[in-house]
């Protein structure tokens, strides 16, 4: 794995969208697998400001998203269907031929689980943007998911749906479960970027790099991909020592001293 190490968030943001403009640039018509939750916003700013001064068409792209709750409608202003378009599709023109994300109030679930799965195995994710849970989820693969599992659902931990219930009116409006794609499907994507920032996730990540690797830290079974990059902010790096930076530490200490717009 490769650790770049940024100032804070705004320049993990920026670091994220160079890297994915990188890709995007290299191949305009291929396929992006998207994240929700507050790590990306800014990520997904830079790519919206991007389109709006240099008109950069992003309209042939395919797009696949981790997840979506269990319950909740398109429509529904806490859904992810709902999030992705007032971040990224609306803004970009994406059209919905080109969007998938699972269908959280899909009348049979295991259905879903399976016509997403096929989705997924007939186009694969060139590039995967991830974020990482406190209790080190990616996706809504909660500790304890099986390495090999699919598109499945997926019952949320309680510290999972209090630390999301900042988006609701309260804990009680978060659901309880949630369609995610498996840690197998992630790691089929081609490349990984996980963007990781604040003092919250300090503890995970000291553990996803110090420790075994094991399901009881689900983030840590990107150790097995070949091509996956962590930009992490100074407040979630507050625990790794220098000899854990790894690949990148050069780019690490130029980040750092570098001003960057």
């Known amino acids: 794995m490769k650790k770049v ?51 950069t068409d992003y309209s042939k792209i395919k797009t696949f998203n981790l997840d979506e709750y269990v ?49 997924l195995n007939a186009h694969p994710i060139d590039l995967q943007i991830l974020g990482i849970g406190e209790n080190g989820h990616i996706g809504f693969n909660e500790p304890g998911t099986s390495f090999e599992s699919g598109v499945h659902v997926t019952t949320l931990k309680e510290s999972t749906r ?29 490349k990984i970027l996980v963007l990781v ?20 830290i689900p983030a840590s079974a990107l150790n097995h991909h070949s091509d996956t990059t962590f930009i992490i902010d100074e407040e979630a790096a507050m625990y790794l020592s220098e000899d854990l930076y790894g690949e990148g530490t050069a780019a690490t200490q130029a980040l750092l001293t570098t001003p960057q717009n």
């Open 5 to 55: 190490l940024v100032k804070d968030y705004h320049h993990l943001s920026l670091t994220a969208f160079d890297l994915f403009l990188q890709e995007f640039q290299e191949n305009p018509a291929g396929t992006f697998g998207f994240a929700t939750g507050s790590t990306p916003i800014g990520f997904y700013q830079r790519i919206r400001e991007d389109h709006a001064l240099h008109q």
């Open 162 to 190: 209090q630390a999301n219930s900042r988006f609701f009116d309260s804990i009680h409006q978060v659901p309880t479960h949630a369609i995610t794609m498996g840690i197998q499907n992630i790691l089929n994507a081609k």
């Open 71 to 119: 319950g909740l409608d398109e429509q529904h202003p806490q859904s992810y269907h709902h999030f992705m378009s007032q971040q990224l599709f609306n803004p970009l023109g994406i059209g919905k031929e080109q969007v998938h994300l699972p269908k959280g109030n899909a009348e049979d679930l295991q259905q879903e689980c399976e016509r997403y799965e096929s989705l």
């Open 197 to 216: 920032s604040g003092s919250s996730k300090a503890a995970i990540i000291k553990e996803i790099f110090q420790h075994p690797v094991t399901t009881q």
